[in-house]
């Protein structure tokens, strides 16, 4: 059991670290589609975003001011708790995502962010029942997150069901869009499990990539759905080095200014989905509902389209 908790806790760590960024990514996509002008954005300047990024302990102290002047406020909760989780406060994370879900109890991603907090905060134990049980209710709630089922994985490999793990890893892995910054560490891990516990993977990761490979050649007909056309390496990796509670300020920063150009430009069906998409991923699930009135309001014509995509991303009333 101790091998296969180090096993299991080394590419957690990697994955971890690679998950922070996915929203980075996320918001970056939709900087890149949607510049200035109609032109798309070729570069991401992190200095910019930086220099005028407030520190950490701004943003922290905001936040908690935040929800002591309205405890309602479940997207404060939720800012609050990815804030602590990026300075490395993970009991304190907790206890914010905690309130967030019991404000927003349907939204998964609070639920696999407690989780995710939980697993942090407890230093002995690599699965607490608590995190577990908020992984559980958050795979319920969507079986498609992306933090629930690496954990539930982990969580398997941990009691011995490695080739469940990789299994589950792997379908992961099937979800992943391709290039996405997480993927290779989704890999490695799927490699070093299989490695240690004699497992050989070599045909089902290859059939794995085989039809990957086969879905993003098709069309993708709904944005919403849609593999974020994400961010070079290079680009990653330069977010990745800003300071702890500045990469979210980034992520504010790009969305925000998504929001500037779609009041400009309202006509912008596409954008209205990927800023609904974005507001939905960062859990500011009124902002996200709030921008489906203003994008159905402007296209009244595309209100189908706008609705249905709404939809599929969980926006509130659709």
Same mark, same amino acid.
């Given at each position: 059991?101790?091998e296969?908790?180090?096993?299991?806790?080394? !590419?957690?760590?990697?994955?971890l670290?690679?998950?922070?960024?996915?929203i980075?990514?996320?918001? =970056?996509? +939709?900087?890149?589609n949607?510049?200035?002008?109609?032109?798309?954005?070729?570069?991401l300047?992190?200095?910019? /975003?930086?220099?005028?990024? $407030?520190?950490? &302990?701004a +943003?922290?102290a905001s936040?908690?001011?935040?929800?002591?002047?309205?405890p309602?406020?479940?997207?404060a909760?939720?800012?609050?708790?990815?804030s602590? =989780? &990026?300075?490395?406060?993970?009991?304190?994370s907790?206890?914010?995502?905690?309130?967030?879900?019991?404000?927003?109890p349907?939204?998964?991603?609070?639920?696999?962010s407690?989780?995710?907090?939980?697993?942090m905060?407890?230093?002995?134990n690599p699965?607490?029942?608590?995190?577990?049980?908020a992984f559980?209710?958050?795979?319920?709630?969507?079986?498609k997150?992306?933090?629930?089922r690496? =954990?539930?994985?982990?969580?398997?490999?941990?009691? *011995?069901?490695?080739?469940?793990?990789?299994?589950?890893?792997?379908d992961?892995?099937?979800?992943?869009?391709?290039?996405? !910054?997480?993927? #290779?560490?989704?890999?490695?891990?799927?490699?070093?499990? *299989?490695?240690?516990?004699?497992?050989?993977?070599?045909?089902?990761?290859?059939?794995?990539?085989?039809?990957?490979?086969?879905d993003?050649?098709?069309?993708?007909?709904?944005?919403?759905?849609?593999p974020?056309p994400? !961010?070079?390496? @290079?680009?990653?990796?330069?977010a990745?080095?800003?300071?702890p509670?500045?990469q979210?300020?980034?992520?504010?920063?790009?969305?925000?200014g998504?929001?500037?150009?779609?009041a400009?430009?309202?006509?912008?069906?596409?954008?209205? /989905?990927?800023l609904?998409? #974005?507001?939905?991923?960062?859990?500011?699930?009124?902002k996200?509902? *709030?921008?489906?009135?203003?994008?159905?309001a402007?296209?009244? &014509?595309?209100?189908?389209?706008?609705?249905?995509? $709404?939809?599929?991303?969980?926006?509130?009333? @659709?």
């Open positions: 059991m101790t296969t908790v180090e096993t299991s806790k080394i !590419p957690r760590a990697v994955l670290g690679a998950l922070v960024i996915f980075i990514a996320i918001a =970056f996509g +939709v900087s890149r949607f510049g200035s002008e109609g032109k798309p954005n070729t570069a300047d992190v200095k910019d /975003i930086s220099a005028n990024a $407030a520190g950490p &302990e +943003v922290i936040l908690e001011e935040r929800t002591r002047k309205d309602g406020d479940v997207e909760w939720q800012l609050l708790g990815w602590y =989780f &990026e300075n490395g406060r993970y009991l304190d907790a206890n914010a995502y905690g309130k967030a879900t019991k404000l927003g349907a939204r998964a991603v609070y639920w696999s407690l989780g995710e907090a939980l697993v905060a407890d230093e002995r699965m607490p029942k608590a995190a577990k049980a559980d209710k958050a795979i319920i709630l969507d079986p997150d992306p933090r629930s690496y =954990f539930l994985a982990v969580s398997k490999d941990l009691d *011995g069901d490695h080739k469940g793990a990789i299994n589950d890893w792997l992961l892995l099937r979800d992943t869009p391709k290039d996405a !910054p997480w993927e #290779s560490d989704l890999i490695r891990t799927v490699e070093q499990v *299989g490695k240690i516990h004699k497992i050989d993977i070599t045909e089902s990761l290859a059939s794995t990539q085989k039809i990957r490979a086969s993003l050649s098709g069309t993708l007909k709904s944005i919403a759905a849609a974020i994400g !961010p070079s390496k @290079t680009d990653m990796a330069q990745a080095k800003l300071p509670g500045q979210q300020q980034m992520v504010t920063s790009m969305v925000e998504l929001e500037a150009k779609l400009k430009n309202p006509k912008n069906v596409d954008g209205w /989905i990927m609904m998409r #974005s507001r939905m991923t960062l859990g500011e699930t009124a996200a509902k *709030g921008a489906l009135t203003k994008s159905v402007s296209n009244p &014509e595309a209100r189908n389209k706008l609705l249905k995509e $709404a939809q599929i991303l969980g926006v509130p009333g @659709t």
